[in-house]
């Protein structure tokens, strides 16, 4: 890659702390730091967020990518709606603005797939917004997902300190076990273990494997699962993946300290609060929300819309800077191959 990665970010919902986010983060040194960004989102609101924040910015618009100067304090924004300033109400989404949500998501994977950007940032969306604008989805994973024909993708939450992929998302903890399968979660290391390579550039990957009962089911004490289904698992993972070492099921209570000690590259984790519990306790600020097995690369923010505290100049931009970062390298590392 002769110029540094492209990178399309998306502003998120009008109605949270999105558009305010991405005034302060185009605004950092950071940005244009190895990345070149640019904003896919509305124009009116985008001039109302650096007004509401205060930082020395120009909202540029762009009708097509060609035309982005990446340049410090200059905002280039493709648009993609026409709202006034007006409809960006704090925690009141309307069918007009949860579309222009939509519209952003979209036309950038769009501009992902054609080849036109590197990679897509997206800024926190909104479940009741979604609904409000007809999708049939629940959030960004599954949109981009479709959009992209991907069959196979997980989410992974990632800072410095530690990675984690988890086999289940958003199911209620008495589904968790009947959704766990053998080759369910065989996937998801093997998953883990390609992109651990190909977007992290770590070419032996180490990932821990966590338990779903307390001490990894004690042999069978506290539940047979770990026997039944993640050990047969993890064997399979191993032939796929010869050049990983991939532990067997790990007690939960211990293995995300040994990740964060730098024993692990990342933990497969069987539920979502299994894994997000720990990562938000060492990555609250700087954690990066990123989705693996899509044909482009995308990572966002790993925290919502904060309804409570849209429009005020509160919210912190660190977890969009850290995406977009983490966007970059993914970017950087996949074009190395």
Same mark, same amino acid.
């Given at each position: ?20 986010? +991405? ?48 340049? =410090?304090?200059?905002?280039? !924004?493709? =648009?993609? +709606? +026409? ?27 769009? !501009? ?67 959704? !766990?399968? +053998? ?67 790990? =007690? ?25 519990? =720990? ?41 969009? !800077? ?16």
């Amino acid at each position: 890659m002769t110029q540094p990665p492209l990178l399309a970010l998306t502003m998120g919902d009008p109605c949270g702390i999105g558009p305010e986010l +991405s005034a302060k983060a185009f605004h950092s040194p950071r940005a244009y730091n190895g990345m070149r960004p640019f904003l896919v989102g509305d124009e009116e609101i985008m001039k109302k967020a650096v007004e509401i924040t205060g930082v020395p910015l120009t909202v540029r618009r762009i009708d097509d990518v060609t035309e982005a100067v990446f340049t =410090p304090g200059i905002m280039d !924004l493709l =648009p993609v +709606s +026409s709202l006034t300033r007006d409809e960006g109400v704090p925690g009141s989404p309307t069918v007009r603005t949860g579309q222009a949500m939509i519209e952003c998501i979209t036309r950038s994977v769009d !501009l992902a797939l054609e080849g036109s950007c590197d990679a897509i940032v997206t800024g926190p969306i909104h479940k009741v917004a979604m609904k409000l604008a007809g999708s049939e989805f629940h959030g960004h994973t599954e949109l981009i997902a479709s959009r992209t024909r991907a069959s196979e993708y997980a989410m992974m939450m990632a800072g410095d300190r530690l990675k984690v992929v988890l086999v289940t998302i958003h199911i209620p903890l008495r589904q968790v076990i009947d959704d !766990l399968t +053998s080759p369910v979660i065989t996937n998801l290391i093997s998953l883990t273990a390609r992109s651990l390579k190909e977007r992290f550039g770590i070419g032996t990957p180490r990932i821990a494997v966590a338990g779903l009962n307390p001490h990894a089911g004690e042999e069978g004490l506290f539940g047979d699962e770990e026997s039944r289904l993640i050990v047969p698992a993890v064997s399979k993972a191993r032939a796929l993946h010869p050049e990983c070492t991939i532990s067997d099921p790990m =007690p939960p209570d211990t293995v995300f300290f040994k990740a964060t000690e730098g024993h692990f590259d990342a933990v497969v984790c069987m539920y979502h609060d299994q894994g997000l519990i =720990p990562f938000k306790m060492v990555h609250f600020h700087d954690g990066v929300n990123t989705t693996l097995g899509l044909p482009i690369i995308r990572t966002s923010v790993d925290h919502g819309t904060a309804y409570d505290i849209a429009w005020q100049n509160i919210a912190s931009e660190g977890s969009l !800077l850290s995406a977009m970062e983490m966007a970059a390298l993914q970017a950087r590392n996949r074009t190395a191959r």
